[in-house]
Structures are given as structure tokens and as C-alpha cells.
């Protein structure tokens, strides 16, 4: 059996507690005691053993599809990790790449090492004072301006009604995306109808004699409140499939965005080993985690291993987690029958603005937002400042909702019968807890554990569900790298590797594929919206990681479709 106490382990905690930080020392014990290696799963830092797929039963219950899951047992002896810290699924750090199943180095896979902290930056990160003007601040003096316009007991002047209606065109653009002078979310949408536009290729860099021997993509990302808004979904690194690469990122942190840096990518094994099936989970990790302050602009320059392994890089900010977080997905990866980039593309693809916007559901909070703001550029065209107050109203309402993912919008309600409700809408989601918890599922402690999920669809095309085990069956390392000297958050949060693994598998035991998939609303003349409905029942046979006891998605439309779990 494992040893659940070994020096190395709680000399780190001890120090952890007294607000140092420390490496795991490297142990000589078997990484996976219950589940049988193989030459392709040999274990740390090669591919940790996998579970056997989950068991999947689908039935009907009020004409509502139900899914139960029932997950395979892990690697590690029974034990609360929140009782016993770090767990038994905690693994001590080992100092090198990680390597796929075939033997083979990752390059670029060990993201810190006692001597190189920052060990995937390609150069130090360049950081310069920028305008801090985001969207909640622009859409919140909108609200206001005109409000005190329409306020006024004196006639409006044309002064007074062009200050409205420019104020109005500029909460629709804003929403919309348009160019905003002088701000740099300007093209960023907060209605989420642009997917199409925001895949990227990874352009290779070639030698003089024409060999691919790298490539680099750039990206733009907003930080903001809880949001994190990306000109990047998709990422193509078909050029790269063979040769290591980079990802340069210019982050701009706007009002209230201020946190760390902190891209988590997951790989996968090696596709030779699978092919011509999709390859297999392998194994994830911070790639940094570096302070940003307010008002600043950071450009990182991130190392990857080769193209041929990219899953996804999930990009969160530990302190406001959920929601702030975006994923760049694979653009080539197979979701069904269609690739991420293609299932986008079918949605929002070939329309007018208008159109592609229609595919949002209108109870959106962004939507509701955008919708009250041309009902009062309407109201101000036939000289109805009443009826531009009352949207204004309304578009604050909305407004609020759209501040907080961690609660459900007006107008939905949560299923009193199940643990979480997750609500599909503006191609994101919405939760809230039965218990009133903001982002945790602190009932999971040991294996045993049944989470009921009610799946709630407002948007008029499908949504899909996926759950991912962060390394709680297979195993999870943190490797201990103080930030306090760079501004950052010290221990809180560092440089996590972990050995994750879906917890909903893509085929039945009949071998038909399988996907939760959450059909579209409904639109209903004279009458409410009716949502698509969707419920699931995980049964977790392992312990939770103590980093995140589950991720959960929309594997059709990512982006920012994450609502993940402490």
C-alpha cells in the first residue's frame, strides 16, 4: 500500500503553514498502488495508470434525459484530503519533463525548478502602464449620463439629446463588439456571437532550409471584475505538430482585474499510441503564475512541447475562480462530428450580426442589456425620455446579472431537487448551489459521493456537459515556487502538474457514442421562453483533488462555457 505520511511531504506542509515554500522531495514508491501499470502507463512522470472508463445508464424521467455516472475507482487508498492534507493522491515533485507513453520527453512540460522559477517563460514578461477603462466602468457611466439627463424637469436640450443618443450607440457597441476609440477592449464582444473569428493558426518558424523548427501564436486577453474577454478560442497547431512553440499573450488588466497570471495547459499521450481513435488524457499544469496589477499591460512569451499533444490551455484566475477563466481550445479536436472549431462555426458561421445575436438566448444577461438600450434608442427617437429611463432601469437589472456567473440570472431558478444548476446562456454559464455555496462542493470529501446537476439551456442551439477530474484518480503534484518576490500570491496558488482524466466518457457500454447534450430553448409566441433540460448524477469513487475537485464544460462551445469547482 502507499505510505501516507513520508518526511518530504509534511516538512513542505509545515512550511506551507508557517508561509514558506518548498519542492517535494522525490520519493522511490510505487505512484499508482491500485490500479495495474503498463509499458505505456508506467506511472510519474510518465503516464500515471488509467481508470477504466465510467459506467453510463441514460433514462427518462419527466421526458427529461437523465444521465448517471458511475466513475471507476483511482489509483490511491481512501482517505479525506481536507481531513489529512494533502491526501493520498497527492504525488512528491519530480524535477523533470514529463513524458508520453511511447518513452518519449515532453519538452517545455516542468513548469518551475528551485534554480528557474518562471521555467516556461521564453524571456522576461515586458510590463507597461496602460488606461484601466473597462467595460463595467464605460457601460456603468452610460447607465448614469443618461439617467441624469432624462432626470432633468427642464426641457432637454439638443445637447441633452445628443449626449443620450451617443451614450446609447455606445453601450450597443460595446456589447457588440464595435471599435471603441481609446479603449483597449475595443473588438471584444460581451455578447458572445464572434467564435468564428477568434481561431488562430500557430504560424511555424522555419530554418534557412525550410524546416519547421518552432512557431508562435499571438494572443489578446482583457482582464476584468470576474471576466476575462480573448480574441483567441481556437488554436490550429497543425504546422507544429512535431517541434516545440510559443504562445505570446499581451494581457491587459482593466478595473478590478488585478490577479496571476496563470495558463493551465492539458496534454495529451502520444496519438500514435491510439490512432486512428483520439488520443488519450495525460497530463496538465501551470505554466506560470505571475502578478498583474491594475492598469498595466503584460506581454508573456509562454514554451509549449510539441503541437502534437495540445489538448486545450485553460486560462484562470485563482482569485476570482469561478468565473474568471477562458480556454483556447484545439481547433482540429473532435467533439462528436464535428471539430470544436466546425461546431462554432455551424451556430454563428455565414450570418448577419443581427442573425448570429439571434442564436443568443434572450434571457441573457447581455442580451437583456443590449436589447433594453435599442428599446431606448427607439423611446428617444419618438421623444419618450420616460421610456428611456424605464430601459435604463432594465438595463441595469440586467447589468447586475451580468456581473455575477456565480448566481443564477432573474427569472431562474434553481432545482431544488439537485446539488448545482448550471444555466446555458450567451454561450457561457450561469450556476448557483442549492446550499447557497458560492464555488465549492465542500459535501465530496471521500469516495462515495453522488452530485446531482440540473443542465439548463436559454440559448437556441445546443450546449454540451463534460466533468474532468484534475487529478484526483490519477494523481496531482504542486511544486512549491514562492511568487512573493514578483507581487504574486506566495503558496496560495503555484504551479500545479497534474494527471487528469474525464469522468463522462464518449461511448456507452454498447460502444455507441455518447455526449450530454442539452437541446436548444424554445421560443413560445406570447409566453416564455421553454429551456432545454438536461440532468446528470456523477458518483465519484475516488477522493478530490485539493487543488479543484472538478472542471466542468461545454466541450461543443469552451471559451468561457466553464463553471469549475473547489
Request: charged share 20%; proline share 8%; net charge neutral.
Amino acid at each position: 500500500m502507499r505510505k501516507i505520511l513520508y518526511p518530504g511531504k509534511w516538512l513542505c506542509l509545515l512550511a506551507l503553514a508557517g508561509g514558506l515554500c518548498c519542492a517535494q522531495q522525490a520519493s522511490t514508491e510505487k505512484y499508482c498502488p491500485f490500479l495495474p501499470s503498463s509499458p505505456t502507463t508506467p506511472g510519474h512522470p510518465h503516464p500515471q495508470p488509467r481508470p477504466a472508463p465510467a459506467q453510463v445508464t441514460v433514462t427518462q424521467q419527466d421526458g427529461i434525459s437523465v444521465a448517471r455516472i458511475d466513475t471507476s475507482k483511482g489509483c490511491f487508498a481512501e482517505e479525506d484530503p481536507f481531513l489529512h492534507p494533502p491526501g493520498t493522491n497527492f504525488l512528491p515533485n519530480i524535477f523533470t519533463n514529463a513524458f508520453d507513453g511511447s518513452g518519449n520527453e515532453m519538452v517545455n512540460t516542468l513548469p518551475s525548478t528551485p534554480d528557474v522559477p518562471y521555467n516556461l517563460h521564453d524571456g522576461p514578461p515586458v510590463v507597461s502602464k496602460t488606461n484601466p477603462a473597462s467595460p463595467t466602468d464605460d457601460l456603468m457611466e452610460i447607465f448614469d449620463h443618461v439617467d441624469f439627463r432624462t432626470s432633468k424637469k427642464r426641457p432637454l436640450t439638443k445637447f441633452d439629446l445628443d449626449t443620450i443618443a451617443k451614450n446609447l450607440k455606445r453601450g450597443v457597441d460595446i456589447l457588440e463588439g464595435n471599435p471603441i476609440p481609446d479603449r483597449l477592449y475595443s473588438g471584444l464582444p460581451l455578447l458572445h456571437y464572434k467564435g468564428p473569428e477568434k481561431v488562430k493558426k500557430v504560424i511555424p518558424i522555419k530554418d534557412q532550409n525550410g524546416k519547421v523548427v518552432g512557431g508562435n501564436v499571438d494572443v489578446h486577453q482583457v482582464w476584468f471584475d470576474t471576466h476575462i474577454e480573448s480574441d483567441t478560442a481556437f488554436l490550429d497547431p497543425s504546422e507544429v505538430k512535431d517541434v516545440p512553440w510559443t504562445v505570446t499573450y499581451t494581457v491587459d488588466v482593466l478595473s478590478r482585474g488585478n490577479d496571476d497570471f496563470s495558463p493551465f495547459v492539458m496534454y495529451f499521450d502520444d496519438p500514435v499510441l491510439t490512432a486512428p481513435k483520439p488520443p488519450l488524457p495525460h497530463v496538465g499544469m501551470d505554466q506560470t503564475f505571475y502578478n498583474m496589477e491594475e492598469g498595466t499591460r503584460t506581454i508573456f512569451k509562454i514554451k509549449m512541447t510539441l503541437g502534437k499533444y495540445y489538448n486545450l490551455i485553460y486560462t484562470w484566475g485563482w482569485r476570482s475562480h469561478p468565473p474568471r477563466v477562458q480556454v483556447m481550445e484545439n481547433a482540429n479536436k473532435m467533439v462528436g462530428d464535428k471539430t470544436t472549431a466546425q461546431w462554432e462555426q455551424a451556430v454563428f458561421g455565414g450570418k448577419t450580426k443581427e442573425q448570429a445575436i439571434a442564436q443568443i438566448g434572450d434571457l441573457a444577461p447581455a442580451k437583456r442589456m443590449w436589447a433594453a438600450l435599442q428599446v431606448a434608442q427607439a423611446a428617444l427617437a419618438k421623444k419618450d425620455y420616460k421610456g428611456v429611463a424605464a430601459s435604463i432601469a432594465e438595463a441595469r437589472a440586467a447589468f447586475s446579472d451580468w456581473r455575477d456567473r456565480t448566481r443564477l440570472p432573474y427569472g431562474i431558478k434553481v432545482d431544488q431537487n439537485s446539488d448545482l444548476t448550471l444555466f446555458y446562456v450567451n454561450n457561457t454559464i450561469y450556476g448557483e448551489f442549492k446550499d447557497g455555496s458560492r464555488v465549492d462542493f465542500p459535501a465530496w470529501v471521500l469516495r462515495g459521493t453522488k452530485l446531482k446537476i440540473t443542465l439548463m439551456n436559454g440559448d437556441y442551439f445546443d450546449h454540451a456537459y463534460q466533468n474532468v477530474d484534475f487529478g484526483g484518480a490519477r494523481g496531482w503534484e504542486n511544486q512549491f515556487k514562492s511568487s512573493v518576490n514578483a507581487g504574486g500570491s506566495g503558496c496560495w496558488f503555484t504551479f500545479g502538474r497534474v494527471h487528469w482524466w474525464m469522468n463522462i466518457p464518449s461511448m456507452l457500454p454498447d460502444s455507441s457514442p455518447f455526449l450530454v447534450t442539452v437541446p436548444p430553448a424554445t421560443k413560445k409566441a406570447g409566453a416564455s421562453d421553454v429551456f432545454g433540460q438536461y440532468k446528470v448524477e456523477i458518483i465519484y469513487n475516488f477522493e478530490p483533488s485539493r487543488r479543484l475537485r472538478f472542471y466542468q464544460f461545454d466541450p461543443m462551445h469552451h471559451d468561457e462555457a466553464i463553471f469549475s469547482i473547489h
